[in-house]
């Protein structure tokens, strides 16, 4: 294949050269000199053009390109402090392979509606592009700390006929004459991949009809779920501080301009290291009633409890034991106190919430049992779940990191919206 040329890379070709084929965002012309802003998906760079260097034909035709026309510019990368990523191409050949017609977004503010009605451009702009390569790398570096741990990455179903986390935000489908249900984590499944392969981890979507119009819920989330066999609520905790922080400083490392570009104060990134503060939920409570909130002990932390705990924290904090009712069926019982669960909630700072959750699994049968009882689960479907402690049940535990929120925080941003390519909302779900 011939050479390809990424901006990324552009100071590895530093007065070579090279070949740039990308999309034009700006453009500015003096009348003799030109000023073209390319991007390629890498990056952006500022190509400068001479009618002298280029010929008249081509600078007038570079004169006509309109915002995100298509071209290929050929150049000598130049060394330049004050152009943003550090270089600039002093051009030699232009070659336009489309004039775009006129572009919806333009340079101006435009309201969020209209932006969300063009996600399929809005994710070309310089925001988007420092967001979704986050997000890719915050993919990667989860990845990475699995595999180098000696987790096997299985997949697990979407289409499913049971429940995991409960039944009012199931979204319904038909199985060819039957009921299915899209999936709303792969954990059951991968309860099973544990006791087969040991530790394993899912990464897929999340589905849930969820009512909330908040900006931390989406329709269809990310989640990336790991599941040990033979571990417990302490040892999920530990690694769940591990797997964040290597992640936190794998985008340090590789996403530093786009961080720039969000201007996000990468302080605050920095200071997240094990270990992180650990709380009971009953001392969640406390903190909650000291800070006058109206709150009862015994129902699952909201948007707005979650804030006000997140924003305590200089470093995410680990919440742990959360009453029986305000968690899922599977929930090991705390052998200590039996009102409580060995369930533990990681909430981001900065006010971002929660962004793990997870628990220790329950291991008994009858007791396991008898929850997907008194939940009304069709028994029939849940068969081979209770199997998993018939043959062999061991202590188990594992988590879900949600990829959307995680990309918020770190990035700094207010929405999640914008951390996933083509956001699933309540009401929304073009394009
Ligand atoms: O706390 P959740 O519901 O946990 C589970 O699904 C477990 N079965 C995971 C497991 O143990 N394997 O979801 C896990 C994470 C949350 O902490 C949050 O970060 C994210 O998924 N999440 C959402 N993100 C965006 N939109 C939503 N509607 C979300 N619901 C959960
Ligand atoms: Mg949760």
């Known amino acids: 294949m011939r050479t390809r040329y990424y901006i990324e890379d552009?100071?590895?070709?530093?007065?070579?050269?090279?070949?740039?084929?990308?999309?034009?965002?700006?453009?500015?012309?003096?009348?003799?000199?030109?000023?073209?802003?390319?991007?390629?998906?890498?990056?952006?760079?500022?190509?400068?053009?001479?009618?002298?260097d280029v010929g008249d034909e081509t600078f007038e035709a570079a004169e006509k390109l309109t915002q995100e026309s298509s071209l290929r510019v050929t150049g000598t990368v130049r060394e330049d402090a004050r152009a943003p990523g550090g270089h600039e191409l002093s051009v030699s050949a232009i070659d336009v392979v489309q004039v775009a017609e006129e572009y919806p977004i333009t340079p101006k503010e435009h309201g969020t509606s209209f932006l969300m009605d063009h996600r399929h451009l809005w994710i070309r702009s310089s925001r988007q592009f420092a967001?979704?390569?986050?997000?890719?790398?915050?993919?990667?570096a989860a990845r990475n700390f699995l595999d180098s741990r000696g987790f096997l990455e299985l997949d697990t179903p979407i289409l499913t006929p049971s429940a995991c986390e409960g039944t009012t935000t199931l979204f319904e489908t038909e199985y060819f004459g039957e009921r299915a249900y899209l999936s709303q984590s792969g954990q059951l499944y991968n309860e099973a991949t544990a006791m087969a392969f040991g530790r394993v981890y899912c990464c897929g979507p999340s589905l849930r009809a969820e009512k909330a119009k908040t900006r931390r819920h989406l329709?269809?989330?990310?989640?990336?779920?790991?599941?040990?066999?033979?571990?417990?609520?302490?040892?999920?905790?530990?690694?769940?501080?591990?797997?964040?922080?290597?992640?936190?400083?794998?985008?340090?490392e590789t996403r530093a301009n786009e961080l720039r570009i969000l201007?996000?104060?990468?302080?605050?990134?920095?200071?997240?290291?094990?270990?992180?503060?650990?709380?009971?939920?009953?001392?969640?409570?406390?903190?909650?009633?000291?800070?006058?909130?109206?709150?009862?002990?015994?129902?699952?932390?909201?948007?707005?409890?979650?804030?006000?705990?997140?924003?305590?924290?200089?470093?995410?904090?680990?919440?742990?034991?959360?009453?029986?009712?305000?968690?899922?069926?599977?929930?090991?019982?705390?052998?200590?106190?039996?009102?409580?669960?060995?369930?533990?909630?990681?909430?981001?700072?900065?006010?971002?919430?929660?962004?793990?959750?997870?628990?220790?699994?329950?291991?008994?049968?009858?007791?396991?049992?008898?929850?997907?009882?008194?939940?009304?689960?069709?028994?029939?479907?849940?068969?081979?779940?209770?199997?998993?402690?018939?043959?062999?049940?061991?202590?188990h535990a594992g988590f879900g990191l949600g990829i959307e929120r995680f990309v918020a925080w770190v990035c700094g941003i207010r929405h999640i919206r914008e951390t996933i390519p083509f956001p699933r909302m309540l009401n929304r779900m073009r394009p």
């Open 10 to 52: 552009a100071a590895r070709h530093v007065d070579r050269e090279i070949t740039i084929e990308g999309w034009l965002t700006n453009m500015r012309s003096s009348g003799k000199i030109i000023f073209l802003q390319v991007r390629d998906g890498t990056g952006f760079m500022q190509c400068v053009a001479s009618k002298g």
């Open 131 to 140: 967001v979704l390569r986050i997000r890719s790398a915050v993919m990667t």
């Open 219 to 252: 329709i269809e989330f990310w989640q990336i779920e790991p599941e040990i066999a033979y571990a417990d609520l302490n040892d999920i905790m530990e690694i769940e501080e591990e797997m964040v922080t290597a992640m936190v400083r794998s985008v340090l």
């Open 263 to 395: 201007e996000r104060d990468v302080d605050r990134l920095r200071a997240v290291e094990p270990p992180f503060p650990r709380i009971t939920y009953t001392e969640a409570v406390e903190i909650l009633k000291k800070a006058g909130a109206d709150f009862e002990w015994g129902s699952d932390f909201g948007a707005e409890e979650e804030t006000v705990l997140s924003e305590r924290f200089q470093k995410p904090v680990l919440v742990h034991r959360y009453p029986r009712e305000a968690k899922p069926f599977y929930m090991e019982d705390d052998p200590d106190d039996a009102d409580v669960t060995l369930s533990v909630d990681m909430l981001a700072p900065e006010g971002y919430g929660e962004i793990v959750g997870g628990g220790q699994r329950l291991k008994d049968l009858s007791t396991l049992s008898t929850r997907v009882d008194e939940e009304k689960m069709p028994r029939d479907d849940y068969e081979w779940y209770l199997d998993l402690r018939r043959y062999g049940t061991v202590p």
